[in-house]
């Protein structure tokens, strides 16, 4: 248990559609990082929040977006989406510094139909 | 950009095999280094970590060196057990706030 839960476990969605992803950080962690994993592949960095400011971002188009709340729990929001955004996508807080531990979720699963 | 290399698998030994499963990294400045694993239907825990040149993570029977003169960070265990099957990352975060993963290596040990 890493004490950073995920919700969805898994949804199903078509092609144009939006869809919100949820985070529920471990007590403490004021930094939340989420990750998109294609199958077989390796997690690739979206973006980070730290106490509720954007302050980071990979190579993700501007449909990707995000909030973090007041208690630190967090979305991602994917707005049209395409098929190739079908993947697990993986939560993750910390405390602080960037070589602090991170503690991941299970993840969510999303389909793209 | 910052990037990691690991070697690909899947690699499949038997049980009390020696496991090696190479890492290299490009990173500007000095990253921190870490082995995630995936177990079957879990998500990613991390397994060791070492944040500075010559460190030694250790972790169940893993372990990893950090160095930074051939810019590796390669896993290894001595004696491997049918558990240890999973999904192994190597994976370094920088001066910037995002970690990198490798692709991951796949490993099946046969009893």
């Known amino acids: 248990e890493t004490g950073v839960t995920q919700s969805p476990t898994h949804l199903i969605k078509t092609r144009g559609q939006q869809v919100t992803l949820r985070c529920s950080s471990q007590s403490g962690h004021n930094t939340v990082s989420w990750y998109q994993q294609a199958l077989g592949q390796g997690p690739q960095f979206i973006f980070q929040y730290y106490r509720e400011e954007e302050n980071g971002r990979g190579n993700f188009p501007p449909r990707f977006s995000g909030l973090q709340f007041p208690n630190y729990s967090s979305e991602l929001n994917v707005n049209a989406l395409e098929l190739d955004d079908s993947a697990v996508y993986l939560c993750?807080?910390?405390?602080?510094?960037?070589?602090?531990?991170?503690?991941f979720g299970a993840g969510t699963r999303l389909s793209v139909l | 950009g910052d990037s990691v290399t690991q070697m690909e698998g899947p690699v499949t030994l038997s049980e009390e095999a020696f496991l090696t499963i190479n890492c290299t990294y490009t990173a500007t400045g000095y990253p921190s280094l870490f082995w995630y694993v995936q177990y079957p239907g879990e998500g990613l825990q991390l397994l060791l970590k070492a944040t500075k040149a010559d460190d030694k993570g250790s972790n169940k029977g893993f372990e990893a060196t950090y160095r930074k003169e051939t810019t590796s960070f390669h896993l290894e265990k001595g004696s491997v057990q049918v558990s240890d099957s999973a999904v192994y990352f190597c994976?370094?975060?920088?001066?910037?706030?995002?970690?990198?993963f490798g692709a991951g290596t796949r490993l099946f040990v046969k009893a």
């Open positions: 993750a807080s910390r405390s602080s510094g960037p070589g602090d531990i991170q503690y």
């Open positions: 994976a370094l975060s920088g001066e910037g706030f995002k970690t990198i």
